[in-house]
């Protein structure tokens, strides 16, 4: 960065638990004192120095929030002395017109306000919203630093899902490297612990950029099941879903096309295959601007526009087809097997990759993260392109990767938050028992009635000797062949 540039954008979110747990005592350079007291010295401590770098903050944004559990649910409360801002995180420029109190000599200003311990501790809720507000700043901050979330609480309500969603956090990524997570966590008794003197160095200047994936020279992946479903009611020609699996196996993706639309399954397929195809980097809206664009002309000719009729093309012209999409890519494998991979997504349809006990997802971390507008990729004339989302990881042989489109995720983490996530089971079961299952749910109202595709993918080389035989991509249901668009396929062999 030379003197006449801006310093890249960077945001810190911060997250303190104000449940009754932290009211315990924990020690610190100040003697014993209840552990919210703690946490508040440590931000006060991590923002005076941020404070003392000086123009290296004009790009920061920053929120800190209190969270705790209630009666009437999650509640967040603002600690910082600016205004708190419309949307998630306020520029840090706005903090230093705040008057702070002085401590004592030697310590930090009291930047955040104080308030009570009270309340249940509900870490796992809280670090999913933190997700979404982070995934929304990756994908609207491409050229920036790498976010950083810091979250102090005690390990009360902290498990599993907890756990999952911090994972979920450290994959979100631009170019300049993954999400940074910083956790406080305190414990009754014992000391707890400070960060060092340079802050800015140790939470904004990473040296792990986002690497470039290597073309495998072998697939990095076998199909161990594609599923797929038309809402209850329609005929399998009126799914409007779609998934594609390049040449290479090393590159998949689904698609959900959006049902107001017209020609929506052409566009959600269209997308689909050219993602593998392209394997395109979306890191900012002009080049997904472009590639819609590409993929438009496609789609019109896939259509044949000219020849549609007069109220066909004005549905075309005014309103047009839109999609969501979920798509990952891996690389060459290391000297010690692991290998890289790369997933991107417009929209809520969602990735899983389970790993041993350990799962993260992509690009929400929890069922109720979906609702009935996403980003879409559209193809109507004069719509902005929306951002892109990433996330990067290293996966080992016989990883599992799940690709899901929006109403089958959100069965997929219902199932995770309730305890009850079982991914294995998916690269077994019989495409007729998933059809029956997910009809069931519709049926019942366990779930909305919605297209449904699933694609269940094992890096290789650990697929089981034991693997169930019956995963080929014409497998039938119902007499319809088990193709995006009914007889003819936009899979490509993996």
């Known amino acids: 960065m030379t003197e006449s540039e801006p310093p890249p954008p960077a945001c810190l979110l911060a997250l303190v638990s104000l449940a009754e747990p932290m009211s315990a005592d924990v020690g610190t350079p100040l003697g014993d004192v209840p552990a919210l007291h703690a946490a508040r010295y440590v931000l006060d401590f991590v923002l ?18 209190g969270y705790r559990g209630t009666p009437d649910g999650l509640a967040f409360e603002w600690l910082l002395p600016a205004p708190e801002p419309e949307g998630a995180l306020a520029a840090f420029s706005t903090l230093s017109q705040a008057e702070l109190p002085q401590r004592a000599d030697g310590q930090p200003r009291k930047w955040l306000r104080g308030t009570e311990a009270e309340g249940q501790a509900e870490p796992a809720a809280a670090l999913a919203r933190a997700h979404r507000v982070l995934a929304w700043w990756s994908s609207t901050h491409p050229l920036g630093r790498p976010p950083v979330l810091v979250h102090c609480a005690t390990a009360d309500g902290a498990g599993e899902q907890s756990a999952t969603v911090v994972r979920s956090i450290r994959a979100l990524s631009v170019p300049a490297g993954p999400a940074q997570v910083f956790e406080w966590t305190f414990v009754p008794g014992a000391y707890a612990g400070f960060p060092s003197d340079d802050i800015w160095e140790m939470v904004f200047n990473p040296s792990d950029p986002r690497p470039a994936l290597t073309a495998p020279a072998a697939p990095a992946f076998t199909v161990e099941r594609i599923f797929w479903s038309q809402k209850r009611g329609n005929d399998p020609g009126m799914w409007e879903d779609a998934y594609a699996v390049g040449v290479c196996g090393s590159v998949a993706a689904v698609c959900d096309g959006a049902s107001d639309g017209i020609f929506c399954r052409d566009w959600s397929a269209r997308l689909a295959n050219r993602f593998v195809q392209d ?141 009850n996530a079982d991914w294995e089971s998916y690269a077994a079961l019989a495409p007729e028992s998933w059809l029956a299952e997910f009809d069931e749910l519709r049926d019942t109202g366990k779930m909305v009635n919605d297209d449904c595709t699933l694609l269940v993918l094992r890096v290789a080389p650990g697929v089981p000797d034991d693997r169930p035989s019956t995963t080929e991509n014409d497998s039938t249901q119902d007499g319809a062949i088990l193709t995006p668009l009914g007889e003819r396929s936009n899979v490509d062999p993996a």
Request: net charge negative.
């Open 48 to 65: 005076d120095a941020l404070a003392s770098v000086g123009e290296a903050t004009a790009g920061l944004e920053i929120g800190v929030y």
């Open 279 to 419: 394997r395109p980097v979306l890191t900012a809206r002009p080049e997904v601007a472009a590639w819609v664009a590409a993929a438009r002309k496609d789609w019109q000719a896939a259509i044949d526009y000219p020849k549609l009729r007069w109220s066909q093309q004005n549905k075309v012209n005014d309103t047009g087809a839109s999609a969501t999409l979920a798509g990952v890519e891996f690389g060459a494998p290391g000297a010690d097997g692991e290998r890289p991979w790369r997933a991107t997504a417009v929209g809520d349809a969602c990735l899983i990759h389970s790993s041993g006990n350990n799962w993260v997802s992509f690009p929400i971390a929890a069922a109720d993260q979906l609702n009935s507008a996403p980003s879409l990729l559209r193809t109507k004339i004069g719509v902005a392109a929306p951002a892109a989302v990433f996330a990067t990881g290293t996966c080992r042989p016989g990883d599992l990767f799940l690709l899901a489109t929006d109403a089958v995720a959100g069965k997929l983490l219902a199932d995770a938050a309730d305890g």
